[in-house]
């Protein structure tokens, strides 16, 4: 709690101040920067146009050193005077060939190109812009050289130029400007007067000398103005930052303000989520857009059987059911915004749930997934009692229709059994008449126990539940029909295990259900075979098969067995499996027969180890 305090303490502080001291001071440490970045990028531009400068210089220089040897070696020579020009184009193609030397030019007053070596060059004459920088020379060379910076915004590149003025040479001298002195003069005169070409040579560098001929030198600027574009980009991200962090600082003052409420806001926004998810009578889960459980509320941990740290963090396919989990799935490959069902958790076990599944797909403003949620409503209680309500309608219906039968067949048929028994008395014994009114007694009788079974079936009842071996139960019920079973030589195989857990059980019932499959399995193997009754334990449920190896039931017969007064027996009811069947969902199990016509028979009694 102390640690609270000064950090609100300190915080409160931090909140006084006002956020027009920040603005400020980076307003200043602005400026600064602006000025030492401009001033540094001038700086570095002004020390590379010296460096090009005195690069196109020792160029210019290079050239006319290697015209003027040209033209004496060619005055020392016998051979054939080459003109100005020649020398001039040897000496500039030369030149160009060094690295960052784009073309050399040398021009007339007029704009006329002369001589001209390199790439990018105009075709026969400048234009008047490069004219109006060759006459920044000013006149009798009053400027040694001139330089520029162009741009081509088109092929956007940067290029260097040096204009400066060509002096021929003289062999009296080095150039035309002060000749050299003295002996040497003389003598070098004297000795290029003599040569046969010595007129030509004259008479060309007089010419020459009239067009007052100028170099233009371009050389490639991008090598020097790349690292100075970097810099300076360097240098406005620099204070593009700064100010932006001038701005972020001053914007952060104005938000903390309300941070305390906002906080306190949403904290209570928070809780109240919290208890309201956490109340919700019905089960929620909620995953993100990257398909992970992010919420699970404790009526879906009742429902699920598990613990919210099991779910939560976790993807649904690993943590929850699958008929939960492709809830998730299945609405986002559908593309469906909202998906129902109803499933059936753990069927035939004392878990047994019956769920309403509603997924409803979460989407962001701009319709981007961002997850889904999932509710889950539990409707066992409810289809428990329809199940009930339906049952308990069909056999009030039935029973009405049973008790009037009964009323109207019984007291006629007492009528006619004591007819029948007077009339047998009668007749003397034996003889036809004699038998004919016995078959007439039995035939009364048997339609008599018909009708008290279609009242037992129909009659609701009360189970007498207690606990009890099921085991037990089985093989007491397998006695009463051993002697059945030899007469017809069918083996009995009794598979019981000895640790079964006892269920609460009406033991009277169960002894009419297991009677009951028991006869029916032993009817249908006339000609023997073999009887199976075997238990085993599967999910919370007990399982009772009895199989047996006679006639078998064919296909279209499976699903109407349960059906009341439904037989292939010439001498049955057709309420045995139907009482059965009746009895064991009493008890919150469930019947279930497979049958392979003329191979065998296998009925599963599955009943719940709790009671429902």
């Known amino acids: 709690m102390m640690m609270l305090k000064k950090a609100d303490r300190k915080l409160h502080v931090l909140l006084s101040f006002s956020p027009w001291f920040l603005a400020t001071a980076c307003t200043l440490l602005l400026i600064l920067l602006t000025l030492f970045a401009v001033s540094n990028y001038q700086r570095e531009k002004e020390l590379i146009v010296d460096a090009l400068a005195q690069k196109g210089l020792t160029l210019m220089r290079f050239i006319n ?127 290029f007067s003599q040569r046969p070409h010595f007129a030509a040579f004259q008479a060309e560098m007089e010419g020459l000398l009239r067009l007052k001929p100028v170099y233009i030198i371009q050389l490639d600027y991008e090598q020097f103005s790349s690292p100075l574009r970097r810099q300076l980009l360097q240098i406005i ?18 938000t903390l303000k309300g941070l305390k409420g906002s906080q306190l806001r949403l904290g209570k926004m928070t809780a109240f989520t919290d208890i309201l998810i956490s109340s919700l ?54 593309g469906q915004t909202e998906r129902q069902a109803e499933v059936t958790l753990h069927p035939g076990s004392a878990m047994n749930r019956t769920l309403h599944l509603a997924s409803v797909v979460v989407l962001e403003a701009d319709r981007s997934f961002a997850g889904e949620v999932l509710l889950i409503r539990d409707l066992t209680a409810m289809k428990h009692l329809e199940k009930e309500l339906q ?26 059994k004591g007819l029948a028994v007077v009339l047998q008395a009668g007749f003397a014994v034996p003889s036809k008449e004699a038998e004919t009114a016995g078959i ?75 009677l009951n499959l028991l006869l029916n399995a032993i009817q249908a193997m006339e000609q023997g075979g073999e009887l199976t009754v075997r238990t085993e334990l599967r999910a919370q449920t007990m399982v009772i ?45 469930r019947l279930e027969v497979s049958s392979v016509a003329g191979e065998w028979t296998e009925v599963r009694v599955i009943l719940p180890l709790m009671a429902s």
């Open 65 to 191: 050193s290697s015209v003027r040897e040209s033209i004496r070696n060619n005055l020392r020579s016998r051979e054939q005077w080459d003109h100005w020009q020649d020398h001039m184009q040897a000496a500039l193609q030369q030149a160009v060939e060094q690295p960052g030397v784009e073309f050399v030019m040398l021009i007339d007053s007029t704009g006329n190109i002369l001589s001209a070596a390199g790439t990018n060059m105009p075709a026969k004459e400048v234009n008047g812009g490069d004219m109006d920088f060759v006459g920044r020379l000013g006149t009798n060379g009053s400027d040694r050289f001139v330089t520029r910076i162009v741009e081509n915004g088109r092929e956007e590149t940067t290029k260097f130029q040096l204009a400066a003025w060509y002096l021929p040479p003289n062999m009296g001298g080095g150039m035309h400007g002060p000749p050299e002195r003295g002996m040497r003069k003389e003598q070098m005169m004297r000795r």
């Open 237 to 254: 991200i620099l204070l593009v930052v700064i100010l932006l962090v001038g701005l972020g600082g001053a914007l952060s003052f104005v």
């Open 281 to 334: 009578p019905v089960g929620l889960i909620a995953t993100d857009s990257s398909g992970i459980i992010r919420v699970c509320n404790e009526a879906a941990q009742d429902l699920l059987g598990a613990e919210g740290r099991q779910i939560i963090d976790s993807m649904p396919e690993v943590c929850l059911p699958p008929q939960l989990a492709q809830m998730f799935s299945g609405t986002k490959m559908d």
């Open 391 to 416: 049952r308990n309608e069909r056999l009030a219906a039935l029973g009405k229709m049973a008790a009037g039968v009964a009323h109207e067949l019984r007291n006629p048929l007492s009528s006619i």
């Open 440 to 514: 007439l007694v039995k035939e009364v009788e048997r339609l008599n126990r018909s009708i008290g079974e279609l009242l037992d079936y129909a009659r609701p009842e009360q189970l007498r539940r207690e606990s009890a071996s099921i085991p037990e139960i089985i093989g007491k019920t397998v006695s009463l029909v051993e002697g059945d079973a030899q007469s017809y030589g069918i083996v009995i195989r009794l598979d019981t295990a000895e640790d079964l857990p006892q269920l609460p059980v009406d033991i009277d019932k169960m002894n009419q259900v297991f």
């Open 545 to 589: 098969l009895v199989r047996d190896t006679g006639v078998g039931i064919p296909p279209e017969n499976l699903s109407r067995i349960f059906d009341p007064y439904f037989t292939t027996k010439n001498n049955g009811t057709g309420l045995g499996l139907a009482m059965s069947s009746k009895i064991i969902e009493e008890h919150g199990g």
